[in-house]
């Protein structure tokens, strides 16, 4: 990258606020390949807003470091742009879960994450598309989850003890034994038509999320199709049951767990949904959001990250 302008847009309270400390060792990094202007963000959305100005003002790369929610962030800001002036982008893994950062083949150490971007080659991935029925909508890059999940990622907001995946899996059980909903679903896609209660519905570009579990085992960010995982109306024992099989990625061997792929969906749910995008929460408890529309977006991010 010698002789581009580089943007390094960082949440310091990424990881719990341990980001800011951390990314003091990059600094010599970045010198060593001709600098790099920095940002913080100090407010929420503020690093979708430092994203678009970096590619306003000219620069060839966008650089998040933080966790899966800076990542979101600075994507749906690079979106904002035509992309003949779109930078590409790059991520530092110094969040919680680093999920979108594992599934491109970033190493988990930031310092070697950046060397990774400073010296690597662009590829283009795909991107997924969310609308929901109050005209709100955002670019997503790794994962949503409805029911079980969205729950899980509400409570793991209020963690503040615990980290990583050990947060993720707290969530888990604190979901299991306060919210068993099901929900009553009506799915179409561009491969299929059906209706079900479900206790959560994902819909995939990346294969990981929350830090570990594999959801969408067989997803890839570049194959041009989304992959859904949607789980039946199971027991809470039964629930408890199919933890070990998503950490491991093989729930499909059960006949309450139905996987696929696809290019568009369309959700109408019976009962408000929680959800989250990319970690980041889209419906939280009491919500009132009932239908939403999801696409796939072939090849619409370059970005500098080793092949996965």
């Avoid at 990319?278 to 991010?301: C, M, T, Y």
């Amino acid at each position: 990258m010698a002789g581009k302008r580089i943007k390094l847009i960082i949440n310091p309270n990424a990881d719990m606020g341990a980001a800011w400390r951390q990314a003091a060792a990059l600094r010599p990094i970045v010198e060593q390949h001709g600098g790099a202007d920095w940002a913080g963000t100090v407010y929420p959305t503020h690093a979708m807003e430092l994203a678009r100005q970096a590619g306003l003002d000219g620069y060839d790369l966008v650089v998040a470091i933080g966790g899966d929610g800076t990542v979101h962030e600075v994507i749906n800001g690079l979106m904002q742009l035509p992309a003949n002036k779109r930078p590409k982008f790059g991520v530092v893994p110094l969040g919680s879960g680093n999920d979108f950062a594992h599934a491109v083949g970033m190493d988990d150490r930031p310092e070697v994450a950046l060397q990774q971007i400073l010296t690597g080659a662009p590829r283009k991935i795909d991107l997924g598309v969310v609308e929901d029925e109050h005209g709100r909508k955002e670019y997503w890059n790794n994962t949503i989850n409805i029911g079980f999940g969205g729950s899980v990622n509400i409570y793991s907001h209020n963690l503040p003890v615990v980290r990583g995946f050990l947060m993720y899996f707290v969530a888990v059980l604190m979901t299991i034994i306060r919210n068993y909903d099901i929900l009553q679903m009506d799915i179409t896609t561009d491969e299929e038509q059906w209706s079900e209660g479900m206790i959560m519905l994902a819909v995939c570009n990346g294969h990981r999320e929350g830090g570990g579990f594999i959801t969408a085992p067989d997803a890839k960010l570049d194959d041009g199709v989304l992959n859904y995982t949607a789980a039946g109306a199971v027991s809470r024992l039964f629930m408890f049951r199919m933890i070990p099989e998503f950490m491991r990625g093989t729930q499909g061997k059960f006949s309450q767990v139905k996987m696929g792929t696809l290019k568009r969906m369309e959700i109408q749910c019976k009962q408000p949904m929680s959800m989250h995008t990319d970690g980041e929460i889209w419906a939280g408890f009491g919500s009132n959001v009932r239908h939403l529309k999801i696409q796939i977006l072939p090849k619409e991010l370059e970005i500098i990250a080793p092949k996965a």
